[in-house]
């Protein structure tokens, strides 16, 4: 059996998932391509530290027994919610026993650590049974494999329905025809998890939630590439986060508009590279996802800031426990609309849609969009919104709430610039300033952000008075003009603060 190491190859992949029940229906679809798939058993054995070194480093190794060959894959860019372009290096082995010197001849280095490579253990299995099916056209050849069956742990397991559109020759834009075509017969939901993540959160016990990843956007990347470094981070924190939000977990509900709003902002921030005609309709539809979400955020943010201190001083007044079962309620009902909201047709067909435009949409044949360099532009965009937020944030004090909530909005999106642009300008001294500008832009957006939950609140509130609750308890719950008082404080200082900063991406 060959150990030949047979080097680094590029997977252009695009990953969907189905429910068991419709498993048969996209065998039917997929027997009007190809008759008869090739049927492979597959067993996966993934090897890591007991720390998780490689995971951490964004990096798979995994050992595949397929009929009577072994195969040592290692995958890089695990994680990062790219749809494509991951590097991937695979070689034969006699067994289970992993190939060092092929590891290492990888170039990663997390493979130089000697210590990690004498860690290395299996630490899960997927067992699926793969059927593969082959189109062929006059543009294109695609691979489609459907994997059913499961990802294991010494304790836990968890099912495992995916559809893989491997792109073998041809343009991007393939894929993702195919994948329409399909989408419309069965209901297929765009995936950013890999096998080996799944396995990973057995592990963990099934983390619910994920926060932005960092952003990795070179400084010699054109505007195009920039954007869509950014866009897949962005689509990657809202996927990763719909499991947790359908099971009612605040953290991930607020994670998952925040990847919502991160990639409204990023649309925002290019929008003279992003302009199509495709560009409004997909804003519009990213628009009413997070809107989908809103008023559950809203009741999550009165719970936590309101009603649970609240219960500890008073839990056994009645009318703090009806006002409890009210709001509860509420929040029960907000949170069965915005899982009816994303698992509608329309969520999953505009996170395929919004996918696509990024990766291939009409945009994409902008010049500026392919020449112009980023840094320049980012310059040029990170300076008009610091100009913007020191001529609004003026008058904190005297303006009002709506023209303070329209500061907020301007703050987050330069938050979220300067996050996207880190690795952008990353000399010492740039770093420096950026770490300093961004510690002030969360403390100004959360001072901000606290004045206008308290806006929602007082709404919420006097919703639920209309609705019969008693006032006395109506006015306990209104929260104190100190408070209000002291976020605004907090509010003008970092101002301040913020308008005397050194701008980072200054050369």
Same mark, same amino acid.
């Given at each position: 059996m060959?150990?030949?190491?047979?080097?680094?190859?590029?997977?252009? =992949? $695009?990953? !969907? %998932?189905?429910?068991? #029940?419709?498993?048969?229906? &996209?065998?039917?679809?997929?027997?009007? @391509?190809?008759?008869?798939?090739?049927?492979?058993?597959?067993?996966?054995?993934?090897?890591?530290?007991?720390?998780?070194?490689?995971?951490?480093?964004?990096?798979?190794?995994?050992?595949?027994?397929?009929?009577?060959?072994?195969?040592?894959?290692?995958?890089?860019?695990?994680g990062n919610?790219?749809?494509?372009?991951?590097?991937?290096?695979?070689?034969?082995v006699?067994?289970?026993?992993?190939?060092?010197?092929?590891?290492?001849?990888?170039?990663?280095?997390?493979?130089?650590d000697?210590?990690?490579?004498?860690?290395?253990?299996?630490?899960f299995?997927?067992?699926?049974?793969?059927r593969?099916?082959?189109?062929?056209?006059?543009h294109?050849?695609?691979?489609?494999?459907?994997?059913?069956?499961e990802?294991?742990?010494?304790?836990r397991?968890?099912?495992?329905? =995916? $559809?893989? !559109? %491997?792109?073998?020759? #041809?343009?991007?834009?393939? &894929?993702?025809?195919?994948?329409?075509? @399909?989408?419309?017969?069965?209901?297929?939901?765009?995936s950013?998890?890999?096998?080996?993540?799944?396995?990973?959160?057995?592990?963990?016990?099934?983390?619910?939630?994920?926060?932005?990843?960092?952003v990795?956007?070179?400084?010699?990347?054109?505007?195009?590439?920039?954007?869509?470094?950014?866009?897949?981070?962005?689509v990657?924190?809202?996927?990763?986060?719909?499991?947790?939000?359908?099971?009612?977990?605040a953290e991930?509900?607020?994670?998952?508009?925040?990847?919502l709003?991160?990639?409204?902002?990023a649309?925002?921030?290019?929008?003279?590279?992003?302009?199509?005609?495709?560009?409004?309709?997909?804003?519009?539809?990213?628009?009413?996802?997070?809107?989908?979400?809103?008023?559950?955020?809203?009741?999550?943010?009165?719970?936590?800031?309101?009603?649970?201190?609240?219960?500890?001083?008073?839990?056994?007044?009645?009318?703090?426990?009806?006002?409890?079962?009210?709001f509860?309620?509420?929040?029960?009902?907000?949170?069965?609309?915005?899982?009816?909201?994303?698992?509608?047709?329309?969520?999953?067909?505009?996170?395929?849609e919004?996918?696509?435009?990024?990766?291939?949409?009409?945009?994409?044949?902008?010049?500026?969009?392919?020449?112009?360099?980023?840094?320049?532009?980012?310059?040029?965009?990170?300076?008009?919104?610091?100009?913007?937020?020191?001529?609004?944030?003026?008058?904190?004090?005297?303006?009002?709430?709506?023209?303070?909530h329209?500061?907020?909005?301007l703050v987050?999106?330069?938050?979220?610039?300067v996050?996207?642009f880190?690795?952008t300008?990353a000399?010492?001294?740039?770093?420096?300033?950026?770490?300093?500008m961004?510690?002030?832009?969360?403390?100004?957006?959360?001072?901000?952000?606290?004045l206008?939950?308290?806006?929602?609140?007082?709404?919420?509130?006097?919703?639920?008075?209309?609705?019969?609750?008693?006032?006395?308890?109506?006015?306990?719950?209104?929260?104190?003009?100190?408070?209000?008082?002291?976020?605004?404080?907090?509010?003008?200082e970092?101002?301040?603060?913020?308008?005397?900063?050194?701008?980072?991406?200054?050369?």
């Amino acid at each position: 059996m060959s150990t030949e190491f047979e080097g680094e190859q590029q997977e252009l =992949e $695009l990953k !969907l %998932e189905f429910d068991a #029940g419709d498993g048969a229906l &996209l065998e039917h679809c997929l027997s009007k @391509l190809q008759s008869q798939p090739h049927i492979q058993p597959l067993i996966s054995t993934y090897y890591d530290t007991e720390a998780h070194a490689l995971r951490d480093a964004g990096v798979a190794l995994r050992i595949r027994e397929q009929a009577d060959r072994f195969v040592q894959t290692v995958k890089a860019g695990e994680g990062n919610g790219a749809l494509f372009d991951r590097s991937e290096w695979e070689n034969d082995v006699p067994g289970h026993a992993i190939d060092l010197d092929a590891v290492r001849r990888t170039g990663l280095s997390i493979f130089e650590d000697k210590n990690v490579l004498g860690a290395l253990r299996p630490l899960f299995e997927t067992r699926v049974d793969r059927r593969l099916y082959a189109v062929s056209g006059e543009h294109s050849d695609i691979e489609l494999a459907v994997d059913c069956g499961e990802v294991a742990t010494a304790r836990r397991h968890s099912p495992i329905m =995916e $559809l893989e !559109l %491997e792109l073998k020759r #041809g343009e991007k834009i393939e &894929l993702f025809r195919l994948a329409r075509a @399909l989408a419309d017969v069965v209901p297929l939901r765009l995936s950013v998890q890999s096998k080996s993540e799944r396995g990973y959160a057995l592990l963990d016990g099934a983390a619910y939630e994920e926060k932005a990843r960092s952003v990795q956007v070179p400084a010699d990347a054109s505007c195009g590439e920039a954007f869509q470094i950014i866009a897949r981070n962005c689509v990657r924190q809202v996927l990763a986060n719909e499991a947790g939000m359908c099971k009612g977990r605040a953290e991930a509900l607020h994670q998952m508009r925040v990847g919502l709003r991160r990639l409204r902002a990023a649309i925002a921030l290019f929008d003279t590279i992003v302009e199509d005609g495709e560009r409004t309709r997909i804003k519009a539809e990213l628009k009413w996802v997070t809107n989908e979400l809103g008023l559950a955020r809203d009741l999550d943010v009165l719970g936590a800031e309101v009603f649970q201190p609240l219960q500890k001083v008073h839990g056994a007044d009645a009318n703090v426990a009806a006002a409890q079962r009210h709001f509860e309620d509420r929040r029960a009902d907000a949170y069965s609309a915005a899982k009816a909201a994303i698992k509608s047709d329309r969520f999953r067909n505009v996170m395929l849609e919004v996918t696509e435009w990024v990766e291939v949409g009409p945009w994409t044949q902008n010049a500026d969009a392919l020449q112009l360099g980023i840094e320049d532009f980012a310059a040029h965009r990170l300076r008009r919104l610091r100009k913007k937020i020191k001529r609004k944030g003026k008058h904190l004090k005297s303006v009002s709430d709506a023209k303070r909530h329209k500061l907020r909005i301007l703050v987050k999106r330069m938050r979220y610039a300067v996050e996207f642009f880190a690795a952008t300008f990353a000399t010492e001294k740039q770093a420096k300033l950026h770490a300093d500008m961004l510690d002030v832009l969360k403390d100004l957006q959360g001072a901000l952000g606290s004045l206008n939950d308290i806006v929602q609140r007082d709404k919420l509130i006097e919703d639920a008075a209309e609705d019969g609750l008693d006032a006395a308890l109506v006015s306990h719950l209104h929260e104190d003009r100190g408070a209000r008082a002291k976020h605004l404080k907090l509010a003008e200082e970092a101002y301040e603060k913020f308008a005397e900063l050194k701008r980072f991406w200054k050369r």
